[in-house]
Structure formats: C-alpha cells, structure tokens
C-alpha cells in the first residue's frame, strides 16, 4: 500500500494525483442506515450512517464516490439506494438478513445525538466480493468509517482487500456504544491498519470509549504508530492536524445562524480533508494545513445548521 511508503501522506497523494483525473474516484467503506430523529415534534427518517454521510459529502464537494455497505431488501434499503442514486453516490451493497440498519435518536440542548441501534445495525458485516475489491483496487482513495473493527474475521477481511489497492486510506474510527461489542478487538482492529493509513481521524468521545484516555493521549498513540496524518475533533472546541511534524489546530466555525443538529459534522469534516487530498495533494507547510483544516471546519459548521447529516457549503446553506 502506498499510505504505509515513505514519505507518508505526500507521496500518496502525489501518486494518487499522477495517476488519475483532478476529481479521482474514492471508495467509502462502512455503515448505511435509518436516522430516526425523535424529539418533541416525534419522529423522523432520515437517511445516513458515517460512511454512507462521508460518500454523499465527498460527492457534493465533487469527488466521485462509492459507497461499500449492508443494507436490508427492504422499503427502508430502497429509501437508501434511492437517496443515494439522487446525490450520484454510485452502490455496492451486501444484503442485509435482517433488514436495514436503523438508528433511534434523540438530541441534547447543543444538539449532540445520542443512538439507540437495531438488531441489523449491531450485526453488520460486508462482503468484500469481487465487485468491491475491484472498486477499492482502482479507487484514487478508501475511506473506513464507523467499521466492526472487534469482528476479526470481518476486519482481517477488510485488511485483504485494503492490501490489493494502492490508493490513499482514510479511516474514520468512529465506534458507537450501542455496537460495539469488544473493545480491546476494536482497538487491536483498528490499530493494525493504522501504519498503512495516510490519515486517521479520531474524536474526544473515541478516546474515551476505545481508551479511557484524552484526546491528546489518543494523538500521541497513534502518531506513534507510524500514521502520517491524525486528524482530532473536538467537538464546539474544533479540531487538531498533525501531520508529519506539523501541528495545527483551528476552532469551530463561527457562522451565522443556530445549530440545529450536529450529526454529520465529524463526516463532513473527513470529506472535506479527504477531498483536499485526493483534489490537490497533502498540503507541505503550516499555512495549507491550517487552511485545509479551516476549510473543514467552515463545511462541518455549515453542515451542523441544518438538521441531519448531509454536508452543507457555508455559502448555500442556512448559515449564509
């Protein structure tokens, strides 16, 4: 894999840009589901799931994107299809055998969710078929988010399919309470791909559930396994780079306008930077690390005045 050569996040980015067409085809691994929204209007569908969040966000920022997920043959499987067939998010799909993956939530005063998930949702698990490694095989970039990683045979499988391609690796770790199952699998999981990546993106909820440590604690773990690029989000506190000796830290956007929902600001946030590089390539100083991260942070800004999770630009959106 290239993310794992010298030179790190520059030179597969660099690859990637010499190999292909300014906007490059990514493949986004992971979740597809039903976000029921419940609150005192009572309940609302809608479609998301990280990764499905992630591939939708990469296309509206106009990166060609498929997404590899499970989802149910079901009414709820053909909203999803059909959501993404609407935003140009081409589908390789495993059938779900116990339907489409929901996500029952409610939302704190600053907007924070809080997930209830289905039984499909807790067993999910992708079948990398041919199809699949194909698409990863040829894609410009991968992109992991909200993965099984404590499922061992699914995650050695997904390490199978990451080492026929020579894309960029993007991963999101992304757990969520009500699936995870086994921790310290999550973590092993989880780590084991962390020197082949390019870029990780880790979150202060993430160090606490996976680590029971800091965010800063987190950083310097996974610095330390060898990953050019660790991305940590803070939530209203905003976030951190540090790439390759390069620490930068920008806050959350100020726009105009109340945040409705935060869902989806931490997905927008890693299409946003995973457009940077794929678009251009890894930014070589301080200054194009800090403006690649503002830039995240205005879109996930942007994204969080509007409920549900489908990524906003500042200039279209309720914020402006």
């Not at 609407?86 to 907007?111: K, N």
């Not at 209830?116 to 698409?135: G, K, L, M």
């Amino acid at each position: 894999m290239t993310a794992g050569a010298p030179g790190g996040a520059v030179a597969a980015t660099n690859a990637a840009a010499a190999r292909g067409p300014r906007h490059p085809h990514v493949v986004v691994v992971g979740d597809a589901l039903i976000d029921e929204l419940r609150d005192e209007r009572g309940v609302r569908e809608i479609v998301g799931g990280a990764a499905l969040n992630v591939a939708v966000g990469l296309r509206e920022l106009g990166v060609p994107a498929t997404l590899v997920a499970m989802i149910g043959d079901d009414a709820a499987g053909e909203r999803i299809r059909a959501h993404l067939r609407e935003h140009g998010v081409a589908l390789i799909e495993t059938i779900s055998p116990l339907g489409t993956a929901r996500a029952a939530s409610t939302r704190d005063a600053a907007g924070e969710p809080a997930y209830v998930f289905n039984d499909a949702a807790q067993a999910r698990r992708i079948r990398f078929a041919e199809a699949a490694r194909e698409a990863m095989a040829d894609a410009a970039a991968v992109v992991i988010s909200c993965f099984p990683f404590d499922d061992g045979p699914q995650a050695a499988e997904l390490a199978e399919a990451l080492a026929e391609t020579a894309a960029i690796i993007a991963i999101d770790a992304n757990p969520r309470a009500g699936m995870l199952h086994d921790r310290a699998a999550f973590v092993a999981g989880f780590e084991a791909l962390a020197p082949d990546a390019a870029l990780l993106k880790v979150g202060d909820d993430d160090a606490a559930l996976l680590y029971g440590a800091t965010l800063d604690e987190l950083r310097e773990r996974l610095i330390a396994l060898g990953t050019p690029v660790v991305v940590a989000t803070r939530g209203a506190e905003g976030a951190t780079i540090d790439a390759e000796g390069v620490t930068v830290s920008a806050p959350a956007s100020q726009l105009p306008g109340s945040i409705v929902d935060t869902m989806g600001a931490g997905d927008a946030t890693l299409a946003s930077l995973v457009a940077e590089l794929v678009q251009h390539s890894a930014p070589s100083d301080r200054p194009g690390w800090r403006a690649a991260l503002e830039r995240a942070m205005d879109i996930a800004a942007a994204t969080c005045r509007a409920e549900g999770a489908l990524l906003r630009h500042p200039a279209t959106s309720g914020a402006g």
